[in-house]
C-alpha cells in the first residue's frame, strides 16, 4: 500500500538509502551501504548468468535492461521526475519490461491486464514484499505483509470494521472531527495543508479503530505514532540518536499504551462493533485468540493505511479545485444547495447526503486518477510464473504501475487535465485502481471517501482559503504531495 505500503509506500525502497544524508554518520552508513551493494552486484552478475542458462529453453524474459549491475536502475527512477523514467521505458519496451531497483531484478506492468494478473492472481503465485526494516517498525504481523490464511481471517475482521453500514454509523462524529479541524485553521495562521490533513485523518482512524477513545490515550498514541512514523523512509540502524532508533523505541511504547486500552476494554467488557473489539473477540477454529503483538500490530498497520494516503488526496483535491476557480464554484454550488434542502433543525450533516454530492464525489474519483499517490505497488514472484509469452522468474519483484495505467490517453483522454465529468461514464475495466485489486485491496476506501466527503462538505460550505506562494513543484513524502505540504490561509465565511 500505500509505494505502497506495499510498501504501501512507494519511495521506500530508495528513501532508505536516501535519507538523513547531511548527516556524516549517516554517510558513513551511506558509504558502507553502497559498498556491499556493489560486492552484491558482483554476485548477482554470476547469478544472472546461471540464471540465464537454467530458463534458456523457456519462456523468454521480458525485454528491457538491467542498468548497471545492482544499483541498477535505482538512481535513475529517483533522479528523473518518476513519470519521464516510466514513460521512456514503456516507450522504447512496451508495457512489460524489466529493471532493476536497488539489487533487485524487477518486472514492471504498466496494463490493466498484466496488473490484474498479478494482483487478483492466486496468493500462493505473487506475495507482498516490503523492506524489512519498516515491517520491524510497523509489526511483522500486520496484514499487508502476509498471505494464506492468516491474512483471510484479519483481512475479514478488518473488512468488516470497516464496511459500509458501519463506516456509515460513524459519520456524525467524523463530522464533529471535520468542524473541530476546520475551526483550528481559521485562524489567520498560514497552514501546512498536508499536515493539517494528516492529523484529520489520524482522529478518524482512532475514530475508526476504538470508537470513543479517552484524550489521554489519543495524545500519547498521536505524539508517539508521529515520532514512529518519521522512521519509515530513513536509514534502518539501530544506533541510539538515530531516527530509525527513536522510531523504534517509540513503537515499543505504543505497544504499552494499546496494552494499557486493551486491559482497560476487556475489563470494562467494551468489545464492540469496531476494530479493536472484532480483532480481540476473534478466535480460530481452535478456539484460540489472536496475540496482543498480532492486535497491536494490525492497529498500527491500519493507522499506517488511513494516514498519509487520506491526507494527500485531500491536499490534491484543495489544489486541483484551486486551479479551477470555474470548477470550484460549480462544486461550491452542489454542497449550498444541499444546506438549503437537507440540512435538519440541527444543521447537521447526514449520512444520506453525503449520497447526494455526485460532482464532489467526482472530483474525489478524478483526484485519486490524477495524483495516483500510490503509484505503483510491489508483490514478489514465489514460483516462476509465465505470462503473455514471458517468464517472471521466482523471487523476482513484480510491479503493478497503477499511475502509468491511470495516465495512458488510450483509457483517460487527455490525462494531464482534471477533469471529474469524465467520470460521467465509467472507465474501462481495470484501467482504474486508486484502491487497488484482489485480496490485498483498499478495505478502507468506503471510510477514506466518507471523511473526504464530510471534510469537503464543510469546508466548501462555510470556508474559504488561499493558497500562500502557490507552486506546481511536488514534494515526495513519500506521497507525492504539492511542495510545502500546499500552504494556505483559510477563513470562516459568515
Ligand atoms: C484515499 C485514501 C486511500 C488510498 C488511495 C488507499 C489505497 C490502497 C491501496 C492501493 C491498497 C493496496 C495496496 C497493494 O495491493 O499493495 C491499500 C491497502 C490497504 N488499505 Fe488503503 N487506501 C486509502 C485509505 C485507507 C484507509 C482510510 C484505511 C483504513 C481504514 C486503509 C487501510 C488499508 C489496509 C489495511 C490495506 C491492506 C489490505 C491487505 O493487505 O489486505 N486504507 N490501500
Ligand atoms: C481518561 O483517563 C484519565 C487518566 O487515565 C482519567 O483520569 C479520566 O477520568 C478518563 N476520562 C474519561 C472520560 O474516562
Ligand atoms: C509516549 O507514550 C508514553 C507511554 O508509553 C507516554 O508516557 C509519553 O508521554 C508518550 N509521548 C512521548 C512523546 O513519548
Ligand atoms: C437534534 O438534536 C437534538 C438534541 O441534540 C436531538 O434530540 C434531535 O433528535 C436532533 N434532531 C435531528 C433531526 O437529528
Redesign the pocket.
Known amino acids: 500500500?500505500?509505494e505502497?505500503?506495499?510498501d504501501?509506500t512507494t519511495g521506500h525502497w530508495i528513501q532508505l538509502i536516501l535519507a538523513e544524508s547531511n548527516k556524516t554518520l549517516m554517510k558513513l552508513f551511506a558509504t558502507i551501504f553502497y559498498l556491499t551493494i556493489f560486492l552484491s552486484s558482483l554476485f548477482s552478475y554470476y547469478f544472472f548468468k546461471k540464471e540465464k542458462r537454467r530458463h534458456k529453453n523457456r519462456a523468454k524474459l521480458p525485454p528491457g535492461s538491467m542498468g548497471w549491475p545492482c544499483i541498477g536502475e535505482t538512481l535513475q527512477m529517483y533522479t528523473q521526475d518518476p513519470n519521464v523514467f516510466f514513460a521512456s521505458k514503456l516507450k522504447r519496451y512496451g508495457d512489460i519490461f524489466k529493471t532493476q531497483i536497488l539489487g533487485y531484478p524487477c518486472v514492471m506492468l504498466a496494463s490493466p491486464e498484466a496488473a490484474r494478473f498479478v494482483?487478483g492472481a492466486q496468493p500462493q503465485l505473487f506475495k507482498?514484499t516490503y523492506p524489512k526494516s519498516k515491517e520491524n517498525l510497523i509489526g511483522p504481523s500486520a496484514?499487508?505483509f502476509h498471505t494464506g490464511n492468516y491474512?483471510t481471517c484479519v483481512?475479514k475482521l478488518?473488512q468488516s470494521s470497516?464496511s459500509p453500514e458501519v463506516t456509515q454509523k460513524l459519520t456524525p462524529d467524523i463530522e464533529k472531527i471535520a468542524l473541530f479541524s476546520l475551526e483550528s485553521w481559521a485562524n489567520g495562521q498560514v497552514i501546512n495543508t498536508f499536515h493539517e490533513m494528516k492529523k484529520y485523518a489520524f482522529e478518524v482512524?482512532i475514530l475508526?479503530i476504538f470508537g470513543q477513545l479517552n484524550k489521554t490515550y489519543t495524545d500519547k498514541l498521536k505524539e508517539n505514532y508521529s515520532i514512529l512514523e518519521k522512521g519509515y523512509n530513513c536509514f534502518p540502524t539501530k544506533l541510539p540518536g538515530t531516527a530509525y532508533h527513536k522510531s523504534l523505541m517509540a513503537r515499543r511504547r505504543l505497544n504499552q499504551i494499546l496494552g494499557e486500552i486493551v486491559k482497560e476494554r476487556k475489563e470494562k467488557k467494551l468489545l464492540t462493533n469496531n476494530l479493536l473489539g472484532h480483532l480481540l473477540n476473534f478466535r480460530d477454529e481452535k478456539g484460540n485468540a489472536l496475540s496482543e503483538e498480532q492486535i497491536a500490530d494490525n492497529i498500527i498497520?491500519?493507522l499506517f493505511?488511513?494516514q498519509d494516503?487520506?491526507a494527500s488526496?485531500l491536499t490534491w483535491i484543495l489544489k486541483y479545485l484551486n486551479d479551477d476557480p470555474k470548477l470550484l464554484d460549480v462544486v461550491k454550488g452542489e454542497q449550498k444547495a444541499l444546506c438549503e434542502s437537507d440540512y435538519g433543525e440541527n444543521q447537521s450533516l447526514t449520512w444520506s447526503m453525503t449520497r447526494k454530492m455526485p460532482l464532489t464525489y467526482k472530483v474525489i474519483l478524478e483526484s485519486?486518477r490524477k495524483a495516483s499517490?500510490?503509484s505503483f505497488?510491489f508483490r514478489e514472484a514465489a514460483v516462476d510464473i509465465e505470462y503473455d509469452g514471458y517468464l517472471i522468474p521466482k523471487g523476482w519483484k513484480v510491479m503493478p504501475l497503477f499511475r502509468n495505467i491511470h495516465h495512458n490517453p488510450e483509457f483517460f483522454a487527455h490525462p494531464e487535465q482534471f477533469d471529474p465529468f469524465r467520470f460521467e461514464n465509467p472507465p474501462k475495466p481495470n484501467t482504474y485502481m486508486?484502491?487497488?485489486y484482489g485480496?490485498?485491496?483498499?478495505?478502507?476506501?468506503e471510510?477514506?471517501k466518507l471523511e473526504m466527503l464530510v471534510l469537503l462538505h464543510h469546508m466548501l460550505t462555510k470556508y474559504r482559503w488561499e493558497l500562500v506562494g502557490p507552486s506546481d513543484l511536488i514534494q515526495y513524502s513519500p506521497f507525492p504531495v504539492p511542495e510545502h505540504g500546499l500552504r494556505a490561509r483559510f477563513k470562516k465565511e459568515f
Open positions: 500500500m500505500y505502497t505500503v506495499v504501501l494482483l507482498p496484514l499487508f491474512h483481512r478488518v470497516f482512524g475508526s498497520g491500519v493505511a488511513a494516503t487520506t488526496v485519486l499517490i500510490i505497488t486508486p484502491f487497488g485480496i490485498h485491496a483498499c478495505p478502507g476506501n471510510l477514506a
